[in-house]
C-alpha cells in the first residue's frame, strides 16, 4: 500500500485530493495548519497532523511522525490580490514563505528518504496564472512562477536518484479559500490612484464560463503521481486547459 502526504488539506483542492486518494486504497496523511478530523472519514488508512509550512519545526515534525512515504503533494498556498505599490514587504514576504519557500522546505525534509530509497515522487501545485500575465496579481504569480523554475531545475538534479517530480497548474476555483486569502491581504493593497483600475480588473473577473473544480485538481495530482509518462506540466480545470493551450 502506498503513502501520500498532501499539504493544504483543510479545504478546496488539498481536502478533495486526500478524499481521491483515500477512495483508491492509499494511505493517506492529510496536513493541516489546525488539524480537524471531521473533514474526511474515518478510515485505518487516514492520518492527520499538524503543519505548518513556515515553520522548520513543524515541517521537521511532520515529516518525521509520517514515516515512510511514496508521494508528497505540495498543495498549501495562500492567495493575494493587489497593486505591488500598495502591498507591505510584509505581506510580500507572507505569501513568498507560503508559497514558495514552504514547498521547498518541504520538499527539502523528504528528500533523504527518497534518495536513500532512489525513489519516490513529488508534485507542486501551483497556479495557471503563471502561463500569462494578470493585473493584480504581481506578488502572487510570482511566487508562484518561482515554483515553477524550481520544480523544473529540481527534475533534472533528482534524476539520477529516480526521483520524479511534476507540476499541477489549476485555474480559478470558487470551491477553494483563495478568494477568502486574498481579501484578507488585499485590504489595504489596492492604494487610491489604483481604485479605478481594480474595479475595472474586478468586474472583469469570473466572466468566463470555465473555471476549475477541486475534482479537476485532484484528478491531475493522481495522474501526476501515478503516470510515470505524464505531461512534466499538467493544466488542471476547463479554464486552466484552454490558457495552455493558447500559450
Same mark, same amino acid.
Given at each position: 500500500?502506498?503513502?501520500?502526504?498532501?499539504?493544504?488539506?483543510?479545504?478546496?483542492?488539498? @481536502?478533495?485530493?486526500?478524499?481521491?486518494?483515500?477512495?483508491?486504497?492509499?494511505?493517506?496523511?492529510?496536513?493541516?495548519?489546525?488539524?480537524? %478530523?471531521?473533514?474526511?472519514?474515518?478510515?485505518?488508512?487516514?492520518?492527520?497532523?499538524? @503543519?505548518?509550512?513556515?515553520?522548520?519545526?513543524?515541517?521537521?515534525?511532520?515529516?518525521?511522525?509520517?514515516?515512510?512515504?511514496?508521494? @508528497?503533494?505540495?498543495?498549501?498556498?495562500?492567495?493575494?490580490?493587489?497593486?505591488?505599490?500598495?502591498?507591505?514587504?510584509?505581506?510580500?514576504?507572507?505569501?513568498?514563505?507560503?508559497?514558495?519557500?514552504?514547498?521547498m522546505?518541504?520538499?527539502?525534509?523528504?528528500?533523504?528518504?527518497?534518495?536513500q530509497?532512489?525513489?519516490?515522487?513529488?508534485?507542486?501545485?501551483?497556479?495557471?496564472?503563471?502561463?500569462k500575465?494578470?493585473?493584480?496579481?504581481?506578488?502572487?504569480?510570482?511566487?508562484?512562477?518561482?515554483?515553477?523554475?524550481?520544480t523544473?531545475?529540481?527534475?533534472?538534479?533528482?534524476?539520477?536518484?529516480?526521483?520524479?517530480?511534476?507540476?499541477?497548474?489549476?485555474?480559478?476555483?470558487?470551491e477553494?479559500?483563495?478568494?477568502?486569502?486574498?481579501?484578507? @491581504?488585499?485590504?489595504?493593497?489596492?492604494?487610491?490612484?489604483?481604485?479605478e483600475?481594480?474595479?475595472?480588473?474586478?468586474?472583469?473577473?469570473?466572466?468566463?464560463?470555465?473555471?476549475?473544480?477541486?475534482?479537476?485538481?485532484? %484528478?491531475?495530482?493522481?495522474?501526476?503521481?501515478?503516470?510515470?509518462?505524464?505531461?512534466?506540466?499538467?493544466?488542471?480545470?476547463?479554464?486552466?486547459?484552454?490558457?495552455?493551450?493558447?500559450?
Amino acid at each position: 500500500m502506498k503513502t501520500v502526504l498532501i499539504t493544504g488539506c483543510s479545504s478546496g483542492f488539498g @481536502l478533495e485530493t486526500a478524499q481521491y486518494f483515500l477512495d483508491r486504497d492509499w494511505k493517506v496523511i492529510a496536513t493541516m495548519r489546525t488539524p480537524r %478530523e471531521d473533514l474526511l472519514p474515518r478510515s485505518e488508512r487516514l492520518r492527520v497532523l499538524a @503543519l505548518d509550512v513556515t515553520d522548520p519545526e513543524s515541517v521537521r515534525q511532520a515529516v518525521e511522525a509520517a514515516g515512510q512515504i511514496d508521494v @508528497l503533494i505540495n498543495n498549501a498556498g495562500i492567495g493575494m490580490f493587489g497593486a505591488l505599490e500598495g502591498t507591505s514587504m510584509k505581506t510580500v514576504r507572507e505569501v513568498f514563505e507560503t508559497n514558495t519557500l514552504g514547498t521547498m522546505a518541504m520538499v527539502q525534509a523528504v528528500l533523504p528518504q527518497f534518495r536513500q530509497r532512489k525513489a519516490g515522487v513529488i508534485v507542486n501545485v501551483t497556479s495557471s496564472v503563471t502561463l500569462k500575465p494578470l493585473s493584480l496579481l504581481s506578488v502572487y504569480t510570482a511566487s508562484k512562477a518561482a515554483v515553477n523554475a524550481f520544480t523544473e531545475s529540481l527534475a533534472l538534479e533528482l534524476q539520477p536518484f529516480n526521483i520524479r517530480v511534476n507540476l499541477v497548474l489549476p485555474g480559478r476555483s470558487p470551491e477553494t479559500r483563495f478568494g477568502d486569502n486574498a481579501r484578507r @491581504l488585499m485590504r489595504v493593497s489596492i492604494p487610491d490612484a489604483y481604485a479605478e483600475f481594480a474595479q475595472s480588473v474586478f468586474a472583469g473577473m469570473g466572466q468566463s464560463p470555465n473555471i476549475t473544480r477541486a475534482q479537476d485538481v485532484a %484528478e491531475a495530482v493522481w495522474r501526476a503521481a501515478n503516470d510515470p509518462s505524464c505531461p512534466f506540466r499538467i493544466a488542471a480545470g476547463a479554464d486552466a486547459v484552454a490558457l495552455a493551450a493558447s500559450c
